[in-house]
């Protein structure tokens, strides 16, 4: 399995590599048709970003590798299994360049792998026997769940405040940020006044990550990863760009006209973009990401032990630099 974290996890090599190792066990236990599809939906896995934040917070005065890699696996599958989920209500026919596992089989089957990786998690968890972790991940899928249901409901509903949009993916995106940095203070026996900072911090990361995304599906830059721009748009999706855009009344109505056909062109999408531009729009989003990484900055600063710090600072640091390319 591959992962492109060079960039931004290279101080991670080592764990992240006995991890890959442990997936790679964990997909050549299975057989059939479980054996295919997860083993290169894994290998499509991107940067391992959510494990990765749970190595740094579980780096405390005893940290144990082969201790931790049940959880970490844990973290990074159910994580591919929401993505199969995600593909399957998006109708996504690629992954990170790869077809989708819907796109190869049919939804049914899709949607058991996915089934099957969550259950999977649960497993890998109970090998801790501290009901505070399986309580902790619980929650998360929750709230996972809880924010792509109410992604479905608005779907083309222009009536979203910031306020919504902001509960929706603290639910669906922050939900495995947080998640895996809680986790990671617990194993680490952290005091929990550094588990809540760690848990506040993984919020914050998690919103600047979904704006980040957010201002990558209206430029080229996601092309590189196989996924077309302007995905959200077309699939009915409000984003906090467009959020912005219809605060100003001249261009509602025809924003509005757009989003609800059936089809959406080229050219709707160069009106789109020209109405973003007009609003300042995308001036707005870029510094409501600036406004959350700079809380997850100032988080980051407050926990306690130089490599936790130093490497939560690095994630948003890689962040900060990502969106400055945008």
Known sequence: MRSNRKNIFKFLDSDLGRLEEYLNNFVNGLEGILKRTIKNT???GGKRIRPGLFFICSNGKNFDIDFLLPAAASIEIVHTASLIHDDIIDKSMLRRGMKTI????????????GD???????????????????????????????????????????????????????????SLFKVSCVLGGILSDSPEKEIESMRRFGV??????????????????????????????????????L????????????????????SISDTDIEQIMDMLSETGAIDKTRHRLSYFLSEAKKIAGSISGDKRREGLLKVCDFLEQEANRN
């Open 42 to 44: 894994l290998r499509a």
């Open 204 to 241: 914050c990361l998690g919103i600047s990550f979904q704006i980040n995304d957010d201002l990558l599906d209206i430029t080229n830059v996601k092309n590189n990863i196989g996924k077309p721009t302007w995905n959200d748009i077309r699939q009915g999706n409000i984003t906090l760009p």
């Open 243 to 262: 959020i912005y855009a219809l605060e100003d009344s001249r261009f509602k109505k025809k924003i509005k006209f757009i989003v609800k056909k059936e």
């Open 102 to 113: 819907h796109n190869i089989y049919d939804k049914n089957t899709a949607k058991f792998i």
């Open 116 to 174: 099957y990786l969550f259950t999977h998690t649960f497993y890998l968890l109970n090998k801790y026997e501290n009901p505070r972790i399986l309580e902790e991940m619980s929650k998360a899928a929750q709230n996972l769940v809880r924010g792509e249901f109410d992604q479905i409901k608005t779907k083309r509903s222009l009536a979203q405040k910031e306020l919504f949009y902001l509960k929706k993916i603290i639910e669906k995106t922050s």
